[in-house]
């Protein structure tokens, strides 16, 4: 809702603050879907209001269309110095995650919400390039007309389309969540009692045939994806029936989910693609500075963390020839 212009009582300053905190959440939504961290989304929308600050405001027509652009433009040149310096980063990296209650707070909210930010589809924003991620986002997301987008990226508003046109593909494509949580958990709740009881046959059935699993411990310990439900299943046996009792159910990003480890202490944050009945992505999330993302209440100092997260044993994907893998072959 656009605010009325300042009166004599109210300063110009005022009056932009006060604009600007009201589209704050739809700021920092955008900046968290381009750079898949809170606190890198957080930053963002700081510089945002900063370079607002220094704007002639006279001069801005649509201050929606404004902030969401020059957002947009914060997050192009963040994603592409922190694409450059993560060469490194040998293995998957996931996104922070976003902890809530199990349940949440209704059916609608939480479709929305996995809709909007589930890690599922900040995954495949991630392996777009910085000018397609930005041309999706702020045009199908946010309803950016693509002549404000084209200056941004440095193309005509034809090609900014086509990017676009290109993200679109690749998101299609991804696993949409079921619409509904209890549908959701109860695979989850299947998944994590055949893993703690050890029953590879019941882990192959709650699993989509294509299931995927990505595991992100931080950029010290690399970890290639793990396509398959036999090769999720035998790599899940080989080390969940000594953490499954540790599960607390939660919802990541607005889908179900587990966290692993004692109130306070977690060891790892686990989100669940389900479609159909099935499980499609099983993304773990164990890298100590993301887990520093979590709510206070549970999460600990970074130092007792990191030694938490330590204690997880080396589990290649491929597992060795003979144990689990020759047991179930």
């Excluded at 605010?3 to 604009?19: I, K, N, Q, Y």
């Excluded at 750079?35 to 001069?59: I, K, M, N, Y």
């Excluded at 595991?215 to 969940?240: K, Y």
């Amino acid at each position: 809702m656009e605010l009325s212009r300042p009166d004599a009582r109210t300063s110009e300053r005022d009056w932009l603050a006060d604009r600007f905190q009201a589209y704050r959440p739809q700021l920092r939504a955008l900046a968290y879907r381009m750079l898949g961290s809170l606190r890198e989304a957080d930053d963002a929308v700081q510089e945002t209001w900063l370079r607002l600050d220094r704007s002639d405001a006279a001069a801005i027509n649509d201050l929606r269309t404004w902030l969401s652009t020059v957002a947009g433009r914060v997050c192009l040149d963040m994603l592409r110095s922190r694409k450059a310096s993560r060469e490194y980063y040998a293995g998957s990296w996931l996104p922070e995650p976003m902890i809530g209650a199990d349940p949440a707070e209704g059916p609608e909210q939480q479709a929305v919400l996995a809709d909007s930010v589930g890690l599922a589809l900040l995954v495949v924003l991630e392996a777009l390039t910085p000018a397609e991620r930005l041309a999706f986002v702020l045009h199908d997301v946010f309803d950016v007309p693509f002549e404000q987008i084209a200056p941004v990226v440095d193309r005509t508003p034809q090609a900014a389309r086509q990017l676009a046109s290109r993200a679109r593909r690749r998101i299609q494509r991804a696993p949409v969540p079921d619409p509904d949580p209890g549908r959701q958990r109860r695979a989850v709740n299947a998944f994590l009692a055949a893993a703690r009881h050890g029953d590879f046959d019941a882990l192959v059935a709650v699993l989509d045939p294509d299931v995927v699993f990505r595991a992100d411990l931080g950029p010290g310990s690399p970890r290639q994806p793990l396509h398959g439900a036999r090769p999720v299943a035998r790599h899940v046996l080989a080390v969940a029936p000594r953490f499954a009792g540790l599960a607390s159910p939660i919802t990541v990003n607005g889908t179900a989910g587990a966290l692993f480890g004692r109130p306070g202490d977690p060891i790892a944050v686990i989100a669940f693609t389900v479609t159909h009945g099935r499980i499609a992505a099983i993304d773990l999330i164990s890298d100590p500075d993301k887990l520093g993302a979590l709510p206070p209440h549970d999460r600990t100092p970074r130092s007792a963390r990191a030694v938490r997260a330590a204690q997880l044993p080396h589990i290649p994907c491929t597992p060795p020839p003979g144990g689990v893998e020759a047991e179930h072959r």
